[in-house]
């Protein structure tokens, strides 16, 4: 038994689980822009219906781990309620909704999750590294941009997966892999949101003020 197996016997849930969505048609300018085709002849279509090789050559066991590693960063949250620290409801929306999130993609075997899986593991790492570095010491100017660079894997993130409701006539996904990856779609879009508030509250607006300080 693989360890997407034992994690669908552990919650008592299958794909099976997930009522039947009928997703709604297309706009018929979009169709005749016959997208599925172009796609197919830039040979992007496997990635987004076999996930670059499947769930079965390695991304299953990938994403599962991308899915543990959310409960890290939620040990993080909880780390500063121990410490007696209000936690901000930006990370703790956007740890608890990123788990969620996670676990739905492993659930259903979403095939794009590699796309989630490679801009987390990006930023994530220069990220960390960042505030290694601080910890020990070092002081690099760039903190703005980590947070720009969040941002943009959000944005990023949603027009590359959009796609897959509708490669092949939509037939790539199933049911319910458009509702875990609709799921996703709408926690990167108000994460943008969040995200946006923070950089214009932390950079933005200090940065004014302190231009009329001077």
Excluded at 108 to 119: A, C, D, E, S
Aim: hydrophobic residues 45%; contains cysteine.
């Amino acid at each position: 038994m693989d360890l997407l197996t034992s994690l669908s016997t552990f919650t008592g849930l299958d794909t099976k689980s997930f009522p039947v969505v009928t997703m709604p048609t297309l706009p018929s300018w979009v169709e005749s822009l016959d997208l599925g085709a172009k796609f197919s002849r830039l040979g992007v279509v496997e990635g987004y219906c076999e996930g670059g090789g499947g769930w079965e050559a390695g991304l299953g066991k990938l994403g599962f781990l991308f899915y543990l590693s959310k409960y890290w960063e939620l040990a993080d949250t909880a780390l500063l309620v121990v410490k007696r620290r209000q936690p901000s409801y930006l990370q703790v929306y956007h740890h608890a909704g990123t788990a969620y999130g996670a676990w739905l993609l492993c659930l259903t075997h979403v095939p794009v999750m590699f796309i989630f899986v490679g801009l987390n593991a990006v930023v994530h790492t220069i990220m960390y590294f960042y505030y290694a570095a601080t910890v020990c010491g070092y002081r690099f100017p760039g903190k703005a941009g980590i947070t720009s660079m969040q941002i943009g894997q959000f944005y990023f993130g949603i027009l590359i997966c959009m796609p897959a409701f509708f490669v092949r006539g939509g037939t790539c996904t199933t049911s319910a892999q458009k509702v875990a990856l609709s799921f996703m779609i709408a926690h990167a879009i108000y994460l943008t949101k969040l995200f946006g508030d923070f950089f214009r509250a932390s950079y933005q607006q200090k940065r004014l003020a302190a231009k009329k300080g001077l």
